[in-house]
Every structure is written in structure tokens, then in C-alpha cells.
């Protein structure tokens, strides 16, 4: 009777939880796409996941990530709701409450207390933090690699006691999971022997077997995930830094931005750019401060006695899964994303507090621990309060952009994007004007040099155009982008021979881009290289097959070059995809076959 009631009681509390998690984030259903931030590169514009290529979802590098579920995710929802955001962020939200929901089934197994478990996944789903994964449709990979970590940990609590084998396998590849959503998750398995330790379970002989496999997965997709990084790490402006300057940066980062966050969100936004710690006098206090702290915090937990495991655990996840972010140059001008994960540690040891507390009250005076509860619902109704202020911002391009550089006055990622902004609302005056505002706080941004020649090229200013381009190349020589956008620029000046070398330069580092195929083609058509273009058209097709233009231009290739049964080819297959021929021409082509 007592196990029916518990159930009942587990099932009720998460049906609330849900629903109270639901309706505070769902305004996000009526938000829009942010083109101005990557919402255009994952889907919008990538023909990936337009066009479900399965290959190009499992290979290509996006943004300097290697997260292929995050993308073939991308692609079964564009089957569904097409350019419908809505769609998108109903997933988004859903994806919230299942990881909420599954954040207060691991601590209810990990500490046999159902409330501790309750308010761990409350904080943890109704956060200010929250809002940017939740709100932000490209913030789905947070939340996918979230569910295949928390079903990693809760596969692998039922395996441990049990023995039951079911479980290793489904922990594991619910760890592979979440590593192919986003890679930051990848030091998480680091917490399995202290979940043991957590649950006083006997240590084995052969768990270093247990934690083979994640060891094998974890070097496997690191090696993917550093070289996507480095595949990207020039167009953002970075450089290596020397290992005790980065070493600074992920102190400061850690004390003053993540971990200040989470109880202070709207706290640490001046330590999240390394432009602004640079640029500041203040970065040794500041190193200090955050030494002194960490000491702190560490004499803590050696004192705390039988509390250790508890907050040994709550700290290395924490630790765990907010590693990846800490040295990285640069973030933007928000990381609330990477808290996604890793707050449920601080906020599960901050649960923990507040049952020691209650547990001290009921032996003493009953007032305090009534305050406790009122204070702990106070808390919650205005972190719901803050989510509620955050989300409007979330709504458009314009809306987040106008927020992010009031905010963040001096960062040129808030910059570029209020740029993308104006640019996607065809208003390039403006779009100029945020951009070379961003350079000027980032002189080596590659990607905003490519974005400016973009615009200046649209509005006829192409010697200014052709020096923002050559600035990319310049600064990043493997931006693919760059070389075809300047090969372009030149083709339709009439300058062929420098666009053939662009287009050349540009397929060599990106073999997968029919556009630069098919351009190339018209460019070698031009000078009288028939063999030339018909290659390129043709590889122009075996990357794109509905490329029509690609087809229609090879099939004048063709006749140009006298083989007219090929370009009769060409011409039929476009006939029977819908495209109308012209009959005089087909007719030609017969009589110069016979």
C-alpha cells in the first residue's frame, strides 16, 4: 500500500512540475526565428536539413561544431513544420520538461528524498537562465545532450546496485547520444565513481571496464570536436593563447560568470568577453578573488564531514560539465547555455542545504523552518517572475540584438548580430553601420568582414566589398565563404581570371558546395573551357541532383562542344522535371543526332 501511495505521489509531483514548468516558458510557442543568431545557419539555410542529406548531417562541421543529432533533429522537424518557428520551439519547451522531469528522477535515486529531488528540478527548470536554450531554437542542442546525460546517470544508477546489463549498454550509448548533440558534455562520465561514492556503493575490480567505453567515445568525438573548432576558430578572430593566460580566463570565468550566475543572473556579464577582461585593469583582483574563493569553497567541503559526498558531487558536475566553456575565447555575449547542464550540481547541494535546514528546524523551533518554506517559495515565484521579464526579449532579431548591446555595449558578437538584424530587413545602411562597429571592438573577425562584403556588394560599393573579402581570406585563409563571395564579386565585374582562382581556392577547401561547382562552370564557359565546365556542372549535379540550372547550362555545354546527344539528355531529364524546353531547340538537337 505504501509502495502504490509513493508512486502515486512520485507521479503527481511530476505531472505538477511539468505543467508549472510548461506555463511559465510558454510564451516561447508565438517567438520567431533568430536569423541574426545561427537559427539561419542550422536551418533556415542549411541544405542539410532542407534537404534531409543525411551524408552532409554526419560529416560537415557548423559554427565550429561537430554535433550531428543536433542537425539530423534539425531535419526531421523541418519535414514537419517547414519555415513554421512555432513547431520548433513547442519542441524546444517539450524537450525542458522532459529534462526537468528527469533531473527529479536522478536525485530522487540518487538521495532517496523526494523533496530534495523536487526542489533540485524546480530551480533547475524554472531558472532565469533557462530562458536562452529554452527560448532560442538553436539552443536545442543544449537541450538534447541535457536528456542523454541525465538518462546516461539514471541508466547507470540501476546498473550499478543490480548488476542488471540492460542498463551499461543504454547508459553508454545515451552518453554517445548527448556527445553528438554537443560535445561540451563530453567530461561528464567523470561523475560516474562519484555517483558511486554517493550511494556508498562497494567499489568493483573490473569498474575500470565499466568506464571503458565512455573513455573510447569521449576520445573519439573529442579529436571531432577540436578539429571542428579549430575549423572555425579564425572567423571568430581567436588565437591561441598561452596556457597560463587561458588558465586566468577559466578561473575568473568560473567564479565571477558561471557560478555567480546562477545566483545572480543578471550578475558576471562583464567576465564572460575576453575583450572586456583584457582590456581591464582589474583581472589580477580579479584572479585573486576567485583563488580565494575556490579555497574557500574547497575548505568547505573537506569540513563538511558526512555531507562531503553531497557536495563533492553537486561540485563535479558542475565542474564537469561546464569545463568546455571556460577557456574558450570567445563566447559572445551570452553562455547562459552552458549553466544548462551544469547548474543542476550547485542547485542539487543548495537543495541538499535546505533539507539539512529543515531537518535541524523539526527538532527545534518550528518558526524557522516555516520561514524556510516561505523563503524557498519566494524564491521560486520570482525566478518564475524573471523568466516571465527575460522572455520578451527572445522574440525577434531586433528585439534580442537591441537587448544584448544595451547590455553589452563593447562586444562585437552583439554587434554583428544587430547587423544580421537590419541586414535580413533589407535596411544595409544600418546593417554597415553595426558591422564596422563590431570591428572595431574585434579587428580580426573574419565572419564580419565576409558579412559586410556581403552587404556592400548588394549596395554597389564593390571596392570597399573587394577589401572587406580579401580582409576574410586574409585573416582566416581556409573561409571557404570568403573565396566564393570574392569570386563572385569578380565574375560580375567581368574579371574571370580572378574569379576562376577564387572559385578554385574555394572547392579546394569545401568540396560540398554545388554554388561554387555551378559558378565555376559559368566562369570557365566564359573563357572557352567547354571540358572545364561541363565538370563542374556535372559535379554541380552529383551534390545537388535537382540543380536544374546546373543541368540546363551543361546541356548548352554540350551542343557548344557538338555533343548533342548529351545535351538532348540534359534536356529531356528537364523536360520531365517540369521545366519547360524550348521545342525548336529539342528539334535542332534530333536533327543534328540523325
Known sequence: MNALRDRTTNWLLAAALGVTVALVFLPVVRFEFLRCWDDHTYILGSEAVREFKLGQITTEYVLGNYHPLTIFSYAVQYQLFHDDPAGYHVVNLIFHVINCLLVYWLISLLTKRRWTAVL???????????????????????????????IMMIAYCYYRPSGRRIMLPLSVIAYAAAALAKASVLFVPILLPVIDRLRQEPPRSTHYRTMLPYAVIALGLGVMAILARVSYQSQLGEAAMPVLWTALIAIIRLV?????RIFLPDAGAYYLNIYYITRSGVHLVSLLVSVAVILILAATVVSSRKHTSRIIFGAVFFLAAILPALPAMNLGYSADRFTYLASVGILYVFAEYVGWLTDRSSRGALWIRYT????????????????????PAWRDCRSLTRYFTEIYPDDPTAWMNRGLAFAD??????????????LTFNPNYALVYNLRGLIRARRDSVQAALVDFTRAVTIDPRYAEAWYN????????????????????????????????????????RLGDLAGAIDDYSRTVSIDPGHLRARFNRARAYFAAGNYRSAYVDLMNLQAAGVPVDPAFVDTLSKLMR
Open 486 to 525: 570574392r569570386g563572385n564579386l569578380y565574375y560580375d565585374r567581368n574579371h574571370l581570371a580572378e574569379a576562376m582562382a577564387d572559385y578554385t581556392r574555394a572547392v579546394e577547401l569545401d568540396a560540398t558546395h554545388a554554388e561554387t561547382f555551378f559558378n565555376r562552370g559559368n566562369c570557365r564557359a
Open 256 to 260: 565571477f560568470y558561471f557560478s555567480g
Open 372 to 391: 524556510g518554506i516561505i523563503m524557498i517559495a519566494t524564491i521560486i515565484m520570482v525566478m518564475a517572475y524573471g523568466v516571465r521579464v527575460r522572455l
Open 425 to 438: 530587413r533589407l535596411d544595409y545602411v544600418r546593417a554597415d553601420e553595426y558591422y564596422t562597429r563590431a
Open 120 to 150: 533540485t528540478a524546480l530551480l533547475f527548470g524554472l531558472h532565469p537562465l533557462r530562458v536562452e536554450p529554452v527560448a532560442w531554437i538553436s539552443g536545442q542542442k543544449d537541450l538534447l545532450a541535457a536528456t542523454g546525460i541525465m
